[in-house]
C-alpha cells in the first residue's frame, strides 16, 4: 500500500504565472484535500474532491482550482500567481464511506514547496 | 478571532513531560486532533478526539478534552529529542470532515 504523494517537491515561479501541483492518493481512497501552509502559520484549506467534484472550498480565490481524475488523484491550479501564494501545498487522502458524523482519518502528503518571486 | 489558538513554543528537558495547549471556539466541533510536523516533513496524525469523549491515553500520549471550556491539551510524558517538532491542533465540524482547521503550531524543543 503506498502512501500519498506529491510532485512535485519544490517548485521556483514568477509573477503572473501558472503552476498545477500533483498528488497521487493512498490506495483505497476516494477523496482528496487540499491544504496551503504559508510559514510560521497552521494549514489553510483550499478545498477538497470527493467523487470528482469539488466538495467543500475554503476562503481563497477562483483562481485557485482543482481537478480529481477518476484514479482518485487530483490537481491544485493556481493562476496568476502573487507573491503571497509562495507556501507549502499539502495534498491529503482519505476514504468517505460513512455518514456526516464518521471520522475518516486524512494522511497527508509530504508536500509541494512552491516559491513565488 | 482565530478558530483555534495554541501557544507558539514550549521547552522541556528530556525525560519530562510536556504539556501542549490549545482553545478552540466552535462548539460545534466534532473531532479534535493533534499533528506533529517535523521540518521539511508533511503531517503526522498523533491522535484525535471525539467530542463526546473527556480524555484518550496512547502510549506516551494523553488528551484531555474540556468541552466547557473548549480547551484541549496534549501530554506527551517521558518526552524524547526525536519528540522535538511543531505539533498542530485541529478541529473538524460535524457534516464537513474534510476541512480540518488549524491551530499555528506549537513548537516544541526538548534539551538534553
Known amino acids: 500500500e503506498t502512501g500519498v504523494t506529491q510532485s512535485p517537491t519544490h517548485l521556483i515561479k514568477t509573477r503572473g504565472q501558472q503552476v498545477t501541483l500533483r498528488c497521487s492518493s493512498q490506495?483505497?481512497?476516494?477523496?482528496v484535500s487540499w491544504y496551503q501552509q504559508a510559514l510560521g502559520q497552521g494549514p489553510q484549506f483550499i478545498f477538497q474532491y470527493y467523487r470528482e467534484e469539488e466538495n467543500g472550498r475554503g476562503n481563497f480565490p477562483p483562481r485557485f482550482s482543482g481537478l480529481q481524475f477518476p484514479n482518485y488523484s487530483s490537481e491544485l491550479n493556481v493562476n496568476a500567481l502573487e507573491l503571497d501564494d509562495s507556501a507549502l501545498y499539502l495534498c491529503a487522502s482519505s476514504l468517505t464511506s460513512g455518514g456526516a458524523g464518521s471520522y475518516n482519518e486524512q494522511f497527508f502528503g509530504p508536500g509541494t514547496r512552491l516559491t513565488v518571486l | 478571532g482565530e478558530d483555534v489558538e495554541q501557544s507558539l513554543f514550549l521547552s522541556v528537558r528530556e525525560g519530562d513531560s510536556s504539556v501542549i495547549n490549545c482553545t478552540y471556539t466552535?462548539?460545534?466541533?466534532?473531532?479534535l486532533y493533534w499533528y506533529k510536523q517535523e521540518p521539511g516533513a508533511g503531517l503526522q496524525l498523533l491522535t484525535y478526539i471525539f467530542s463526546n469523549m473527556d480524555m484518550k491515553q496512547d502510549q506516551r500520549l494523553t488528551v484531555l478534552l474540556n468541552k466547557k471550556d473548549k480547551h484541549l491539551s496534549l501530554r506527551i510524558a517521558d518526552t524524547q529529542t526525536g519528540d522535538s517538532a511543531i505539533y498542530f491542533c485541529?478541529?473538524?465540524?460535524?457534516?464537513?470532515?474534510?476541512?480540518?482547521?488549524f491551530g499555528k503550531g506549537t513548537k516544541l524543543s526538548v534539551k538534553p
Open positions: 485541529a478541529e473538524s465540524k460535524r457534516g464537513s470532515q474534510g476541512n480540518l482547521i
Open positions: 466552535d462548539s460545534s466541533s466534532t473531532y
Open positions: 490506495s483505497g481512497h476516494n477523496t
